[in-house]
């Protein structure tokens, strides 16, 4: 492997290396409008695209590009499944529930379908695999949810993958897709404002840098949300980021594979490279980042040389279920999705089909799962309490303009990030990832 290009290498998606980009013009002055949609990456594109279709009145407004945020950096799995999760939500919230979880993202993966069917986005079935390194009885009980759900699939003991492991379950004819030229294709008809960023929200008005723009229904698919006085989401959300690799000259494993264990490693081809994924950590805290990738592919794929590099980072909810639905319990006109676990692609095709719903006064068989203001008492909200208070009470700058976080400098991105929520900064002190909607306090 070349590791002198490795080391030189610019992070830059293979996504965005190989699309086409679209641009709109900013707002230009005070408009009216029945639905604002803030963001403009998959899930808030896919919210336009559904409401054009039901013939809702809309506008979104992006305070940059859109799909250059989260989403040109995604590793674009199609998937209901999203880790060792049902045997988890059927201990949690029942066997009904997590049924429903399973119809909503299996509905989402169909709706793909129908989607690229006329879209040239390089979509393709593949089997989705959880596999775990040790522990066969994980395994053996995400099996055992399968069948009690129907979900087709099952165990697997061999795996094409160059390590060793406890077996896997697979789920059965699920999708990859390019997010960017998707993303792009939906957008090209729709009602868009890039550059224009949002400064203020009152109620059913949103205050941004080029004009007011007075809405009925405002929904925020921003990632993380960034208004912190309604629904707790800096307790109810971190972020975890983690890493990608794209390799020429390695084997194909012939299937989307992810680690069960949120630091593991995860596998996907796009044309002839594979997407080696993993170096894992929250936000803020030291992880294996490239180099663990880098390690990997020396030891496993000796013959193979990596082209591209890139990372991205995920907001991650307290039950393991994405928060779709009014942004709290007392905002009726004012909706939000986000917390989608590493699994966006498909929690993005959720959140339009309930949030569209929602603003059209329609019932919604999954509106209360994915209810951002269903129960917080889990174990993982104190675990976000206590980085908030270490963060907020080291006395260090720079500060994130967030809530007041202790910032850590990132050595291998050369960024200043936040371990208490994710935001993140450049040397330079300029924002680059939300939930902080300002540059860095120094």
Not at 35 to 50: F, T
Not at 148 to 157: A, E, Q, R, T
Not at 248 to 276: C, H, I, N, Q, W
Request: proline share 5%; charged share 25%.
């Amino acid at each position: 492997m070349d590791t002198k290009r490795n080391d030189t290498l610019h992070p830059e998606s293979v996504w965005a290396k190989t699309a086409t980009p679209i641009s709109f013009e900013p707002l230009s002055g005070n408009r009216r409008t029945d639905v604002l949609i803030i963001g403009g990456g998959m899930a808030g594109i896919l919210c336009a695209h559904a409401l054009k279709t039901a013939g809702v009145d809309y506008l979104l407004v992006e305070a940059d590009r859109i799909g250059r945020g989260i989403t040109q950096n995604t590793t674009a799995k199609i998937t209901a499944q999203h880790g060792l999760l049902y045997h988890r939500l059927i201990v949690s919230f029942g066997e009904e529930k997590a049924r429903l979880y399973w119809e909503a993202n299996r509905e989402a993966l169909e709706a793909y379908r129908r989607l690229c069917a006329t879209i040239d986005c390089d979509f393709e079935e593949k089997d989705a695999f959880v596999y775990a390194m040790t522990d066969r009885r994980k395994i053996e009980k995400e099996a055992e949810a399968y069948r009690k759900l129907g979900i087709p699939g099952g165990p697997v003991c061999d795996l094409p993958l160059p390590f060793p492991t406890a077996g896997a379950v697979r789920m059965e004819n699920q999708a990859q897709l390019h997010p960017l030229k998707f993303l792009y294709a939906i957008a090209k008809d729709l009602r868009i404002q890039e550059h224009t960023k949002v400064l203020e929200l009152k109620p059913q008005e949103a205050v941004t840098d080029r004009g007011r723009i007075r809405a009925k229904h405002i929904l925020v698919t921003t990632h993380f949300p960034f208004i912190n006085k309604h629904g707790g989401y800096f307790l109810k959300l971190y972020q975890h980021r983690s890493y990608v690799i794209a390799l020429e000259g390695a084997e194909d494993p012939k299937g989307m594979y992810v680690d069960e264990d949120l630091k593991g490693l995860s596998f996907r081809t796009y044309g002839g490279l594979l997407l080696l994924g993993g170096g894992s950590h929250r936000t803020g805290k030291q992880g294996g980042d490239w180099k663990e990738l880098s390690d990997f592919a020396r030891r496993h794929y000796p013959r193979a040389r990596e082209v591209a590099r890139f990372a991205t980072q995920d907001c991650m909810s307290l039950d393991g279920v994405p928060y779709i639905g009014r942004y709290g319990k007392h905002t009726l006109n004012l909706f939000t999705a986000t917390g989608f676990n590493k699994w966006g692609m498909t929690s993005s095709m959720v959140a339009a089909k309930i949030l569209a719903d929602l603003v059209q006064g329609k019932d919604n068989r999954y509106a209360s799962l994915f209810s951002p203001s269903r129960s917080v008492l889990h174990p993982q909200l104190a675990v976000n309490a206590a980085e908030s208070v270490l963060h907020l009470l080291t006395p260090t700058a720079p500060r994130c303009p967030h809530l007041g976080c202790a910032l850590v400098y990132n050595k291998q991105e050369h960024s200043w990030d936040c371990p208490c929520h994710g935001s993140r900064f450049t040397d330079r002190g300029e924002l680059i990832d939300n939930p902080a909607t300002d540059d860095m306090k120094r």
